[in-house]
């Protein structure tokens, strides 16, 4: 047979309908076909865009003879971005291989090559087919292939016992795993396809290795492991004579699989098999496939043959191909036991529908009837009180629901039509209209809407639009609706509408569909649904179709179940409902449940006289609900009405053809739920154009609404609550006191408190001392706090110490009055409030931290001077750099009193005292010292010679200004080598500061001469000196601190040296001006 | 500091939340004011406050629902200079002054002037005179601080935390005030982002805001 007229005929035999395929390249890759593969470009001709797939079909036979011999393998769906390259691959055992990929975003197929004669061809043969389409590729929609990824739907582990039977290679249709999150690049095939390289023998095989046929055959998940789409990132690669087709992450996919036991459910397997298989052949097979064909039309067991096949016949493969064949069943007996394998048993489906259009939550209507489009936003946006933009959490308001809810009856009509595939036509009225007044909402529910083959492929049809505007035109005159939302899959459509005025109170629409047909997926049978909440209450409505044939009412049972479990209204933030956790939930559509039991004659008889009671009695549903194998706890109405199916179509009567088919009620509406009444239920016979009736149903159910007055002072309370748990969960905490006094403070002396801090709040509590705006710190330099910050379990309390001290550092600021003992703590609580702490106190003015020019003007000791007249002093004499020689005449001392007295003491007690400025002296002197020197001019100096030591170093450290000021540091640092160059920076000094250096410098080489007694040296006092007189200016200390903590030593190091220089060039040197 | 505490979790949806500060001279009865706002009480001896106290609250308007944090700040002078700490980052204001006491209406007139020059641009301030019930004690005029508000477009009621009088009515006349963003929420429901725009228009309109 042809292998092109075989695919067409096959396709065609998918639906039965009229050829929609305008272009098949099957011939393209003939070495294919050699090994049983033949890759096609199909097209639909029904669309103007151009949909297409690669399709890799596979058959059994050396020669294609029936179209039973082939089967689909692979689809690669073909977009916009379709890519294709080739790329020569290295590989020890495979010669020079080559690789075609052809690849969208979706998925990726690999085809290895090996560089055979008979494959030369191939590689052009690709191209040529794809550059024949590539410009009608282009133009391909990517919404064209929606459907595959519609079935990457895993299925429930109860169903993969029917999927045994892979007749057309469905199993690939899972494949293409597209999470939202990541782009994958999914597989199209994954069981190893090999065919024989020499003449295969694939029954004779099978026969050799029944375990691996077995093993196959009875594990079902072989092919239904894919549907999870945990093969997500996975190749094909297929080569075309002999190797396989491969996952690139086999690996992970494989050692996950391993876990599992891929024998599972064997023993409900086989049977299932068979009904695949006849719900298959309703599709595909219009007669029953012979046993043979069954065999070699199973895709697994044909892999498996297959794969034997090479294994024992690997001795006769090709010479070229031995390697690769051997590779190859290296790998496969890897990975075979493993291929079959699982799959994440829930994960949530993704239906096609809500990624194409708006978020499923989103309140969406499409408007229909109204008026214009105008008002639509604007009612929309009217309160409803019932959603909670409140911060409150949906679980309080629905404990509250009857605190701001009343009950109000509201109509829904309910319609189910199975309308056979035909042409909307002829009036619904009879169905749609046949009630006095106008229901609120309509749900109607159609089935075998599309019967075409891109309805069932593609999901695409154009009998969608044609029905839903047709039964807009039949609802009921005397009500406005608009349409809540659409869905359908494959021939199942569901209708929501709502009556004009009540529209604002439906929100929270969501969607999904879940098909049950071939392979347990195929939209061809299983359900749509809508969900929705009408004022408060949740409604959820589905249309379903379910399995055919008088004696499948288990399958139905199945599908029922099936639709449920994989049924998910997601939600945005990812949670779902299902379908019982709605308030109110209504089934309808062609069930598909017979009479069974009673011969076609009694049943007519029955009929006729309109004796339901023995008819219903033998109703399949009906037993099946008694025996609660199906729809438990659904209700359904009582039937007064004759079986809906099967009419010959275009009349009354019943199935008059050759099957004779036996009358059933088919179609039917159960619901869920005490909510509602029953009013009607019914069908309508007027209604020839299918071989269904329409069925209908009435019914009135007490809706929650909302009473916005009551449901805002609701809300008010619970808000009230929110905030006051709020309010009382901050942290709370007690603190001793709020000011803290330190009285009159002095040099060098030393202040502490303690701060108790409790937790008397409710909840435990990390507490900071924070900075103020602006600040640096959190405290003034002054200051210790001790800790600074900490944790306070409740009913548990902290001491906080905070020491205050006024050392060198901080005194010349106090000193001048620039800064006071004054300062602010905020103790920041984590989440909650600050708390204030004062602390403040006046500081005594000492010498030590004043400066030259103020004390040399000072007559009397500081302490007796007013703080006011020190600060006057220090004003007037900060811009001593324009001091001129006119000021002389301002009464001043030629160095510091102090300084004098310090000097002059050790001039007397210390020149010949050894240790002199390195052993230190003692706080209690040196207070006394600070304390001689503030308050007066005493006869002697207390304390010992080391005390006054440090005294004068610790007044020349303390000093605002150094002694050589800061302005002259750098010039003096520049000079340090060069006595005429420092006698000229010297020169330059203010009066007061020169004084002290020549006066200092005269004690230093006065100490020098009784160096053998005091073992003081020059190095030593130049470098003391030198640290002294040439403190380094915060400026510079900045930009030290930027330096990395090498280069800060060298230079350190350096500064040092010429400090030390500079000063030693006056101690070798007697300088007089 | 603008944002704290403004991600605590406090429910299933976002709302606007909005930090509000009080301000006035000591003892005009702010944190009488929070108190009452917050919680429906009134002590007749209210501590003074010695920090900034922090509180949060939910109002209801007619379509949305906006989050306080309110920030009660030390009144006495000497911790004037840590005012800024919280008005910086405010969306609205309180200046607070007492009816019976010129002073510190004068205060508030200051603190107005301070919040005009450094608080956030778009700033909602409120004037409150406080301590209504004291009427027979008056010293500031009802009409003279309505003229100083108008003048300077500040909402303006006199309120008493001791009644309760005015005291949910000035925090709400703020909230109706305040601009709401799209952003300051992400609504789930496209209702209410109509609404925001809705409001906003009208806030547009009624010029309020404009200065």
């Known amino acids: 047979m042809e292998p092109k007229a075989a695919i067409q005929e096959f396709l065609l035999k998918c639906n039965g309908h009229e050829l929609c395929i305008d272009c098949i390249r099957c011939d393209i890759v003939p070495a294919w076909t050699s090994g049983h593969h033949i890759l096609a470009l199909v097209s639909s001709g029904a669309s103007i865009e151009a949909e297409q797939g690669l399709f890799l079909f596979k058959y059994t036979a050396e020669i294609l003879s029936a179209v039973e011999e082939l089967s689909v393998e692979t689809i690669l769906p073909i977009k916009g971005d379709f890519r294709k390259h080739l790329v020569p691959i290295q590989n020890a055992n495979v010669p020079s291989t080559k690789r075609a990929i052809l690849q969208t975003s979706k998925v990726k197929v690999e085809i290895d090559v090996v560089s055979d004669s008979k494959e030369q061809n191939f590689f052009s043969r690709v191209d040529e087919c794809v550059q024949a389409n590539f410009e009608k590729i282009k133009r391909g929609i990517s919404a064209q292939f929606h459907w595959i990824q519609r079935y990457q739907v895993p299925m429930p582990l109860v169903n993969q016992t029917r999927h045994g039977f892979d007749a057309f290679g469905m199993s690939t249709f899972n494949d293409f795993e597209t999470k939202n999150h990541r782009q994958t690049v999914a597989s199209s095939q994954f069981y190893p396809v090999r065919p024989a390289p020499k003449p295969p023998q694939p029954r004779s095989h099978s026969v050799h290795n029944p375990s691996a046929i077995q093993r196959d055959f009875l594990n079902p998940t072989a092919a239904s492991a894919f549907e999870g789409g945990f093969f997500e990132d996975t190749y094909a690669m297929v080569d075309s004579n002999y190797a396989t087709m491969k996952s690139e992450n086999r690996l992970s996919a494989s050692d996950a699989s391993v876990e599992r036991n891929p024998y599972a459910n064997l023993a409900a397997t086989p049977p299932k098999n068979a009904t695949a298989e006849e719900e298959f052949s309703e599709y595909i097979h219009p007669s029953p496939p012979k046993p043979r064909q069954v065999t070699t039309n199973h895709p697994l067991v044909q892999t498996s043959s297959s794969s034997s096949t090479s294994s024992s016949s690997s001795s006769s493969s090709e010479e070229d191909g031995t390697e690769t064949a051997k590779d190859a069943l290296k790998f496969e007996d890897d990975f075979y036991p493993r291929v079959q394998p699982t799959k994440p048993p829930h994960l949530p489906p993704r239906p096609y529908k809500q990624k194409q259009t708006k978020p499923s939550s989103t309140f969406y209507m499409d408007q229909v009837i109204a008026d214009g489009p105008g008002d639509e936003y604007s009612e929309v946006t009217a309160f409803t009180g019932s959603a909670t933009p409140y911060g409150i959490r949906e679980e309080v308001l629905k404990r509250r629901e009857k605190d701001y809810t009343y009950l109000e009856p509201f109509r829904i009509f309910i319609g189910t039509w199975n309308v056979n595939g035909q042409n909307a036509a002829h009036s619904l009225s009879d169905w749609l209209m046949s009630d006095g007044s106008p229901p609120h909402i309509y749900a109607i529910g159609f089935q075998e809407l599309d019967l075409s083959k891109e309805a069932f492929l593609f999901n695409d049809s154009v009998r969608e639009e044609e029905w839903r505007v047709h039964v807009e035109k039949y609802l009921h005159s005397d009500g406005k609706y608009t349409l809540v939302r659409l869905v359908r899959l494959v021939g199942m459509m569901l209708l929501v509408y709502v009556r004009e005025g009540q529209k604002r109170f439906v929100r929270e629409v969501i969607t999904d569909t879940v098909g049950t047909g071939i392979m347990g997926k195929m939209g061809n049978k299983g359900g749509v649904a809508v969900r929705l909440m009408f004022h408060n209450t949740s409604l959820c409505f589905i249309n379903s179709h379910l399995a055919a044939h008088l004696d499948e009412f288990e399958r139905r049972n199945q599908d029922y179940n099936d639709i449920c479990q994989r049924m998910r209204f997601e939600k945005d933030d990812g949670t779902f409902y299902q379908i019982r956790d709605h308030e109110f939930v209504i089934w309808m559509g062609d069930l598909n449940y017979r009479i069974s039991d009673l011969p076609l004659e009694v049943v007519t008889d029955k009929i006729e006289k309109r004796d339901f009671r023995v008819l219903l009695e033998h109703d399949q549903l009906n037993k099946q609900l008694d025996l609660h194998k199906v729809f438990h706890q659904y209700i359904e109405g009582q039937i007064g009405f004759k079986p809906t199916y099967k009419y010959d179509p275009g009349s009354n009567n019943y199935d008059t053809s050759e099957k004779q088919r036996i009358p059933a009620w088919c179609d039917r509406i159960l619901y869920l739920g005490s909510i509602a009444k029953q009013l009607v239920y019914r069908s309508h016979d007027t209604l020839l154009l299918s071989d269904h009736k329409p069925v209908s149903s009435l019914f009135e159910v007490q809706v929650k609404v909302v009473d916005e007055s009551k449901f805002r002072k609701v809300i008010e309370e619970e808000i009230r609550k929110v905030d006051r748990r709020e309010n009382e969960a901050l942290p709370q905490l007690s603190i001793s006191t709020n000011e803290i006094h330190i009285g009159d403070l002095h040099f060098m002396e030393m202040r502490k408190f303690t701060l108790d801090v409790a937790n008397v709040g409710q909840v435990d509590t990390g507490f900071s001392f924070v900075n103020k705006l602006d600040e640096k710190s959190y405290c003034k330099p002054w200051m210790r706090i001790q800790p600074p910050k900490g944790f306070i379990c409740v009913g548990e309390f902290q001491e906080i110490k905070i020491k205050i001290e006024v050392n060198k550092q901080t005194a010349c600021f106090l000193n001048s009055g620039q800064d006071k003992l004054e300062d602010i703590l905020i103790l920041r609580l984590d989440n909650g409030k600050d708390y204030y702490i004062t602390v403040n106190g006046t500081y005594q003015p000492s010498c030590f931290g004043a400066s030259i020019e103020t004390l040399v003007r000072m007559v009397e000791p500081i302490r007796e001077m007013k703080i006011e007249e020190i600060q006057r002093m220090v004003q007037e004499q900060t811009d001593w750099s324009e001091e001129s020689e006119a000021d002389i005449t301002t009464e001043k001392f030629d160095i510091p009193k102090e300084i004098w007295m310090m000097v002059d003491f050790l001039f007397r007690n210390g020149l010949e005292t050894e240790e002199l400025f390195s052993k230190g002296g003692f706080h209690e002197e040196l207070v006394a010292i600070r304390d001689t020197l503030d308050t007066g001019i005493p006869e002697a100096m207390p304390g010992s010679i080391y005390s006054i030591g440090e005294a004068l170093m610790l007044f020349l450290e303390c000093l605002r200004e150094p002694v050589i000021p800061y302005e002259f540091y750098n010039k003096c640092l520049e000079a340090s080598n060069n006595y005429t160059l420092c006698k000229q920076v010297l020169k330059k000094l203010p009066r007061s500061h020169r004084n002290v250096f020549k006066y200092l410098a005269a004690f230093i080489r006065e100490l020098l001469l009784h160096n053998d007694d005091n073992k003081l040296d020059q190095k030593t006092l130049a470098t003391l000196f030198g640290e002294l007189f040439l403190r380094t200016p915060p400026s510079e200390k900045e930009k030290e601190s930027q330096m990395s903590a090498s280069n800060r030593r060298t230079l350190g190091q350096q500064r040092t040296r010429k400090k030390a220089s500079f000063v030693y060039q006056f101690i070798i040197n007697e300088y007089d001006e | ?211």
């Open chain 2, 1 to 211: 500091m603008a944002n704290r505490g403004s991600h605590k979790p406090n429910g299933s949806s976002p709302m606007c939340q909005f930090k509000l500060v009080l301000l006035g001279e000591s003892a005009v009865g702010k944190s009488s004011l929070v108190l009452r706002f917050v919680k429906g009480q009134f002590h007749e001896f209210q501590e003074s406050t010695i920090g900034a106290a922090f509180l949060t609250q939910t109002v209801v308007l007619d379509d949305t629902t906006l989050k306080f944090e309110i920030w009660d700040t030390a009144g006495q002078e000497r911790y004037h200079s840590l005012a800024p700490m919280y008005y910086r980052g405010s969306q609205a204001a309180v200046v607070v002054y007492d009816i019976t006491n010129q002073d510190t209406f004068a205060r508030a007139k200051t603190w107005v002037r301070e919040l005009e020059k450094q608080g956030s641009p778009n700033i909602v301030i409120a004037l409150a005179g406080n301590k209504a019930d004291m009427a027979n004690k008056r010293m500031v005029e009802y009409e003279d601080a309505q003229a100083y508000a108008e003048e300077k477009s500040l909402l303006f009621m006199e309120t008493s935390a001791k009644t309760a009088m005015n005291v949910n009515d000035i925090f709400l006349a703020i909230a109706k005030r305040l601009p709401r963003n799209d952003d300051s929420g992400n609504r789930q429901r496209t209702q209410g982002q109509h609404l925001e725009d809705k409001d906003r228009r009208e806030v547009k309109e009624g010029g309020c805001c404009s200065k």
